[in-house]
Each structure stands twice: as C-alpha cells, then as structure tokens.
C-alpha cells in the first residue's frame, strides 16, 4: 500500500491520513455557527422528535369560538388581576397611571397599561386626583358590583363547594392533596378566596389539615350519590332515552367532534373499540390502581380519561389551564403525559393554544362558546365578559359624566390629605415628585 513520507521521517498510511484529515475538518465545521459565508456547506440537520407540542402547532382541527373565548377570558383575567392589586392599596382603591405604566410584566401585557386600560372603559375609570389634578385609575361602580356578586354567589354556595372538595379528594390515590394546587385553580373550582379557613377548617367532619399544605379526607362517601362519576349519569340516560344496549353504553363517554373534523382510515372502528373498553372508574379505589402501568395500556389510558372528565365536570366553567392541572398529577395518581392523552381524544377534550396558554375544554359542556348547562357563578362572569366584549362602544354616558360623578369618594381621600405632597408610595418604595403624566390623552383613539 502506498505510503507518504512525513516531517520528521515516519511513514503514514495514505488513507489513515486522509480519514484523519476528514475527521479534523468536519469537527471544525460543526463548531463554526451557520452564517453567510458558509452557508454553502452541506450539514446534516437532525429530525424533529414528534412531541404533544409539536402536534398542537400542527394542521389540527381548531375550534374557533372556543379560541375566541380563551381571548377574552384571558383580557379578563388581566383586568381582574388589576382590580385586585388596587383593592390592596392602603390609600383607597385607586392608583396613579404612572404607577401602573410600571406593571406591564405583573400583569403580562404585550401593550403598555395605559393602552390596556383605555381599550375597557367600561371597567375602568380614569380621573384626575385633586388637589393636583393626578391622572389616577380605579374599578368602575358597574365592575365593582359584579365581582361583589360573584363574590356573593360564591359564599352561598358553600355547601356545593364542600361536595366538590370531597369529590376530589375521593378521586386521589391516597385521599389526600395539596392545598397549593387547590389554591391555584380556586376560580376555576369556584372557591372562595379564604377557603381553607371557611371550608377546610370549618367543616372538619369531611376534612381533616394533615400539615400546613396537605389536605385529607376522613371519610369518604362511595356508596352515596357522590360517589358517582357524572358520566355515568349521561350513560343512565342515554340507556333510558334512546334505548341503547347496555353493551354500547356501560363504558362510553359522550363524543362531540370539532365542525371539520378529519376521521382517519380506521378511526371510527378504533374509536368503537375503545368505547366498549371496561376500565376502573374513578372514584372506585383500589389497590391495582396505582396509575402506574406499563406504556399502552388501554384500561389504563381510559382510567385516565375518566378522570380527567369527572374533573372537568368539578369546574365552574368546565375549563382549566394545562399548567393548573399538572399540579394535581401527583394526587391523582395521573403518571403520563397530560397532552398526549387530551390530543388523542378530541371528541372529548379540546386544547386551545391561544392567549400564551393551554387551556383545556370539556366539549361536552359547552354549545358554541356558551356552556351547555350555565351556573350562577358563570352566569356573573359572563357578565363581566360582556364589559370585555363591548370594548369602546357604548361610551356615551361614560363621556357625558359630570365633575361630581368622577371624583372618588370622600372617604378614599382622608389618607391622601395626609400624605407628604413631595413624595408617592408606591409597591416598590417611593418615588419624588408625586406627579403622573396623562398616558391616555397621547394614545390614539382608533387604538
């Protein structure tokens, strides 16, 4: 074979030294970043893993006005946020423009606050604070009495809430949760704000404060109506109404397809298949459940799903964000991808993408972007939706209002008369000056 007479005297194999040479050059290659000057090189690029995340950016069937209502809710959750910072401030329920310039990132806007708080008048009023003529902000009457309202609502249902908690709990592995993953998704459940003080601690026949973050349960009602899956209500009736065999309706769950929905080759007869799967439900407990089976199990998979329906159907707005329910993973015993299991099913469940969020819907539950059966506590959000929903329009008696009727009450200004003129408080310290530019006078009005 033929060899090459190298520097220093020894003999090299000529493909030896050629693989070396290749080798040393494709190492360089991969640690020069792609640009213009070498965009010329071939590279190998590495396949995409196809992941839950990725299939939901894909070309999937959309729901519109389910998207549509994540939108808005999101705007409204925004504007609720805002209320609640401003019933915090120690001088009154109000707050000076340029203090709320500063939150753009506590509320998570992707407008400045001014533009936000403009968009909603019919939530938000602006006026000038004497005796400096101040441009402030505070919660219009109309807004005020409906978070009031639902407030109220809330409370009266105290019992009901007290069901849903037992309900949960009995849905766990071991009959217990932790509290944190209630309190994150407490409007979503319908929960007061002090729930662990006016139900948790309050009703402790039903519930039992294992330690600072862990709530039980000390007894649990199998045997009684509460131990029954909703479900199993809508398969009772279909069985009495339409008259289906007890072989197609024992283990089936209510399917809605999305308008446009693509059926595969296959789909409907799989889709059949595993309607008629028998599965643990999910308030039966036993020792075999441990959700943790071996990677495609069936049972398993549809053990699952009914416990994802019976708790969508706990929710006030039979909703809930993906990130909210990861927190009950671990109580309820759900070991597997929650995205997986929601995107194969879309009759069932509907995952929108919209508002830098995944929010999940029970299909079932809602007819357009209405609930099917609505509830006194979505009845007052809705209302406080249609404020979102009529934007700019309808301003006339807002414009029309006279100098009485946009001054803040005599009672928020005792605290103001005493305050140092020369300084602000504000959630991060104090700031000189005290003065706040009019931010919503520079916006435009087709903004």
Same mark, same amino acid.
């Given at each position: ?7 220093? +005297? ?21 640690? =020069? ?51 609640? =910072? ?7 329920? !109000?707050?000076?423009?340029? @203090? ?10 992707? @407008?400045?606050?001014?533009?936000? @708080?403009?968009? !909603? ?78 139900? &948790? ?78 599965? #643990? ?22 053990? #699952?799903? +009914? ?24 109580? &309820?015993? =759900? ?41 006194? #506590? ?10 979102? &929903? ?17 001054? @803040? ?19 991060? +310290? ?6 706040? =530019? ?10």
């Amino acid at each position: 074979m033929m060899t090459i007479l190298v520097r220093l +005297g020894q003999k090299v194999n000529v493909t030896q030294f050629l693989f070396k040479k290749s080798n040393q050059v494709h190492s360089s290659l991969s640690e =020069i970043p792609y640009g213009p000057f070498n965009s010329s090189l071939q590279r190998r690029w590495k396949k995409l893993q196809e992941t839950a995340k990725t299939r939901m950016q894909e070309q999937r069937t959309r729901d519109h006005k389910l998207d549509k209502l994540v939108l808005r809710l999101r705007q409204l959750n925004r504007a609720l946020s805002l209320q609640q =910072i401003m019933s915090t401030r120690k001088r009154g329920p !109000y707050v000076s423009l340029q @203090i709320i310039s500063r939150w753009k990132n506590v509320l998570s806007l992707n @407008i400045p606050p001014g533009s936000f @708080i403009r968009k !909603y008048p019919h939530i938000f009023e602006v006026f000038a604070l004497p005796p400096r003529r101040n441009m402030c902000c505070k919660v219009t009457k109309k807004m005020r009495d409906l978070i009031r309202e639902e407030e109220s609502i809330v409370r009266e249902l105290e019992l009901e809430n007290v069901v849903r908690l037992k309900k949960i709990l009995m849905m766990s592995v071991n009959g217990k949760l932790n509290i944190h993953a209630l309190r994150l998704s407490r409007r979503e459940l319908g929960l007061p704000i002090d729930f662990r003080e006016s139900i &948790l601690s309050k009703y402790s026949d039903d519930f039992v404060l294992i330690d600072l973050e862990t709530v039980g349960l000390v007894e649990s009602d199998k045997k009684g109506l509460r131990g029954v899956a909703e479900v199993e209500k809508w398969r009772e009736k279909e069985f009495r109404e339409k008259w289906l065999s007890e072989f197609e309706t024992k283990y089936s769950f209510p399917i809605n397809f999305p308008t446009g929905f693509s059926f595969e080759p296959g789909f409907r007869e799989r889709l059949k298949n595993w309607q008629r799967l028998p599965y #643990v439900k999910p308030y039966d407990r036993t020792e075999s459940v441990r959700i943790r089976t071996n990677k495609g199990n069936d049972q398993f998979e549809k053990r #699952v799903v +009914g416990v994802l329906h019976e708790f969508l159907c706990l929710t006030v707005s039979k909703m809930i964000e993906v990130q909210q329910l990861v927190h009950f993973r671990k109580g &309820l015993g =759900i070991e597997v991808n929650l995205r997986e299991v929601i995107l194969k099913h879309p009759g069932i469940f509907y995952i929108s993408t919209k508002g830098n969020a995944e929010t999940v819907f029970l299909r079932e539950g809602y007819i357009g972007w209405c609930l099917a059966e609505p509830n006194s #506590v979505d009845t007052a959000r809705r209302k406080m939706l249609e404020l979102i &929903l009529l934007g700019v329009r309808n301003t006339k008696q807002l414009r029309t209002r006279t100098e009485n009727e946009i001054i @803040i009450d005599q009672n928020e200004l005792e605290n103001e008369e005493n305050v140092n003129t020369n300084e602000t408080e504000n959630d991060w +310290g104090t700031y000189a000056g005290g003065w706040a =530019i009019p931010i919503l006078d520079t916006f435009d009005a087709n903004e």
